[in-house]
């Protein structure tokens, strides 16, 4: 990392958690840009913080979502933890909104909040675990190539299990941005992240920051209140005037402001969840009046007066003070604070003094090879200065002197306060400064002398880089895509110390495999946990599933897919599956099925799944599988289609690589303990670029699924997973089969004719008349039949997306009357 970032010295940015640098990996035929984050104040690490990093390191590696940033890897060495991120060329929204001389137009900015709303929406109610961001703020949302947002900065994140919905942290988060309840001792939850996104969607309306002293009209200052008042006077033009587009607009701006003013509500439980943010800014649902955000009484008076001692009051515990990190606040003859730099340090930023310094010199290297820099540093003096906050070791009774030889004989010290014989070590960041006559303390700050050399650990070593780069080998890079394995995962738990043996076998599709967040077993390992794969849970196209148990993995149960007709192992049947490895690896979502591991040894081929104990939708709607399972009654049904729904909408719309599945059907939707629906067996799907919509291939599928462009030579799009859960849809709602030749009734065989015929006489009620639940939910029932009679149109361009189907399931748009799906048959 040192060599990549050429020794920590170009700085993209900072934040509470650590400072990110500029980088560069690979080698010259393979040159890429990334972004190193260098999180702070590690040395203090102890088993639980270190327990803490591995765990978020582990699961935002394997979310995959086009509005998050991607997490290349890793250095965790010592003291040292470092994120490696993807290079977002077009840098910070920070730098963006507030300090480039060309502001985003309107357009973009509407782009870049519906892109922050789904990126939050997927971590807080998609992943298999919840992910609180906790730090939603302008710096932490980065822009690509395209100016498409990319959330990042996942350093103070908290993780969720799935049946919890609050935590207890210690504050997290920068200051403007906070959720009251951050300060109120109380759990939080997700809704945190969303009174962050307020304040920023409110920042991109009206192209400011949320706090400007600087402003000419007083009311202006605070943006939460300017806002909220000129919506409540109906001056909404007035936080847009000089922006001619968004003035040609102002039923979004004034759409967009009252969603802003909803998510920074003081109660919690009155701000929406991100879904819903994600719909009222869609325009899918209409936004209701918000209440007004302000904490305190609107008929209260405001004082304007600035204290005497402003630097010294804005301190607290944690955070970095009124002037930023290694900053030090003085008072000028206005009263105003003013923020300055130590020497040997210089602004972060020049245009906002108050985001603090950055050392303009290497730090001391505390390495086994240490001692060569003795003599290289001194202490410089700040009288009257003090940073109150940070220390990590106190010494009583002690002379100035010993203070000292103290810090200069510690690599981790950056500066000391002396005072009345008690000396204070400190680490930087140094926080809280401030410089005041009335102060009889000092600051002693450790600066390299200007005369003195530097030099990389790697150039005092040459002789021993072999043995540097084994220790360093903790950062893994994570590939080209999400589809990662933390390597340092692997190799600290239990379960998988077995993989010291995976050099044994191998294949030609072995290495895009290994890039997967997958455990590899060996056949015989797959011949025990299956008891000799005798049984059998299902079987398929592409091969037979049997149950089984992990033994290493405290008896967890498992389903164990042997794809077929392996012996000859063609060019295809090697890339069917590395394709099943390679998308299921990098995917992320609590309905698509988490793939636990593969087998790829000589002529055998297995994936690993976790098992799901309530078997395919196919077995609770039809019948069939292991054991008897009951048919799952109306309600059940409907969350199974919305879950199936939600997992396309992740496929087509979400992923960084778009994802055509083309084989839905209920086989291959499984449920699991909790009837939660789990989209799986990608043995056939297709990966599609983020520039192409089109795709041309070999017909994929099952009969009865198939949409009619498989048959027409022309290329297919995601439309044809449309028309497959369109036909679902209906088996679902109907509990029954597409093609049944058994019917008394022959006008109810074929069932895609049968709901529309019931639909277009007005008779919907023969499809569920033998289920009391459905009967009494006719509106919906009418709903879902449809939304699936638009899914299985002939004509691909008359099929909803997914995103849209989605909106109308769940009754946010009105849908209207389809047209007949049969027509083009009929006319034959």
């Not at 302000?294 to 301190?315: H, K, Y």
């Amino acid at each position: 990392m040192e060599t990549t970032t050429g020794g920590f010295k170009q700085v993209l940015g900072s934040g509470s958690s650590g400072v990110v640098y500029k980088g560069v990996i690979g080698d010259h035929s393979s040159k890429k840009l990334v972004a190193v984050k260098v999180l702070e104040k590690m040395h203090e690490m102890e088993g639980h913080d270190v327990r803490e990093f591995t765990t978020e390191v582990t699961i935002i590696g394997e979310t995959n979502h086009k509005n998050l940033a991607r997490l290349v890897g890793f250095c965790d060495e010592g003291q040292h933890r470092l994120l490696v991120y993807e290079f977002m060329s077009n840098g910070s929204l920070a730098d963006l909104l507030f300090r480039r001389e060309v502001r985003p137009n309107w357009y973009t900015r509407t782009q870049i909040a519906y892109s922050i709303a789904r990126g939050l929406a997927y971590l807080h109610e998609e992943c298999i675990t919840q992910i609180i961001h906790c730090d939603i703020k302008p710096q932490n949302i980065l822009l690509d190539d395209s100016m498409t947002a990319k959330i990042s900065d996942f350093g103070i994140s908290k993780l969720m299990k799935a049946n919890q919905t609050r935590t207890t942290t210690a504050i997290r988060g920068t200051k403007g941005y906070l959720a009251p309840e951050w300060f109120r001792n109380v759990p939080v939850t997700a809704k945190v992240d969303v009174h962050s996104f307020g304040i920023l969607l409110l920042e991109l309306v009206c192209c400011r920051k949320n706090f400007m002293m600087e402003v000419e009209k007083e009311e202006e200052m605070v943006l939460v209140d300017w806002a909220y008042d000129c919506y409540c006077q109906r001056k909404l033009h007035k936080l847009v005037e000089e922006d001619k587009e968004a003035m040609e607009d102002m039923k979004r701006v004034e759409r967009f402001v009252k969603v802003g003013i909803w998510c920074i509500q003081e109660d919690p439980s009155l701000r929406p969840g991100m879904k819903k943010v994600v719909h009222m800014l869609e325009g899918a649902v209409l936004v209701s009046k918000p209440p007004d955000p302000r904490r305190w009484p609107a008929e209260w008076t405001a004082l304007s007066f600035t204290p005497a001692d402003i630097c010294g009051l804005m301190r607290a515990d944690t955070g970095s003070g009124a002037c930023g990190f290694n900053s030090y606040c003085q008072i000028e003859d206005a009263q105003f604070p003013n923020c300055k730099c130590p020497n040997g340090y210089k602004f972060l930023d020049p245009s906002d003094e108050s985001r603090g310094c950055l050392k303009t010199f290497p730090p001391q290297d505390c390495s086994s090879s240490a001692g060569e820099e003795d003599g290289q540093f001194d202490l410089v003096e700040m009288v009257n200065t003090i940073f109150p906050s940070g220390d990590y070791e106190y010494y009583q009774s002690i002379s100035e002197d010993m203070c000292r030889d103290l810090c200069l004989s510690d690599c981790l010290c950056d500066a000391v306060t002396y005072e009345s014989a008690s000396c204070w070590k400190k680490r930087a960041p140094l926080t809280n400064g401030y410089m005041d006559q009335e102060n009889t303390g000092k600051t002693l700050l450790k600066i390299r002398r200007q005369n003195s050399t530097y030099s990389t650990a790697g150039e005092r070593k040459k002789n021993d880089q072999s043995r540097k780069l084994m220790a360093t080998a903790g950062w893994v890079l994570l590939g080209s895509s999400v589809f990662v394995n933390l390597m340092f995962i692997v190799g600290s738990c239990p379960w998988r110390k077995k993989n010291r043996r995976m050099n044994r076998v191998g294949d030609e599709s072995d290495e895009a495999m290994e890039s997967a967040n997958l455990q590899r077993f060996t056949y015989r390992e797959m011949e025990s946990a299956t008891g000799g794969f005798k049984q059998v849970l299902g079987s398929g196209a592409s091969g037979t599933v049997y149950k089984g148990v992990l033994g290493e993995r405290a008896g967890e149960l498992v389903a164990v897919k042997v794809l077929d007709n392996m012996p000859e192992r063609d060019g295809h049947d090697v890339r069917e599956f590395a394709t099943e490895v390679k998308i299921i690896g990098g995917t992320n979502h609590k309905n698509l099925v988490k793939l636990v591991g593969y087998c790829n040894e000589g002529q055998h081929l297995l994936l690993v799944y976790e098992f799901m104990s309530n078997g395919s939708l196919a077995d609770s709607l039809f019948g069939g599988g292991e054991g008897t399972f009951p048919r799952p009654n109306w309600y059940t049904r409907t969350q199974i289609a919305y879950s199936v729904a939600r997992g396309l909408v992740y496929l087509h719309d979400e992923c960084s690589t778009q994802i055509i599945h083309c084989d839905i059907k209920p086989q291959n939707i499984l449920l699991d303990q909790g009837m939660t629906a789990r989209i799986s067996d990608f043995g056939i799907s297709k990966l599609m670029k983020t520039d192409q919509t089109r795709t041309t291939t070999a017909i994929r599928g099952t009969k009865g699924y198939l949409a009619p462009e498989w048959f027409r030579n022309v290329p297919v799009t995601a439309k044809v997973d449309v028309h497959s859960f369109g036909i679902v849809l209906l088996e679902l709602v109907c509990c029954r089969k597409s093609f049944l030749l058994d019917f008394e009734k022959e006008e109810e065989m074929v069932l895609v004719d049968w709901a529309y015929d019931c639909y277009s006489r007005g008779k919907l009620y023969k499809l569920v008349e033998k289920d009391e639940d459905a009967m009494e939910d006719l509106k919906k029932v009418e709903r879902f039949v449809k939304v699936a009679l638009w899914c299985i149109q002939e004509d691909p361009s008359l099929r909803p997306g997914m995103k849209k189907v989605v909106h109308m399931l769940e009754g946010a748009v009105l849908v209207s009357e389809p047209p007949d799906p049969s027509s083009f048959m009929s006319a034959i």
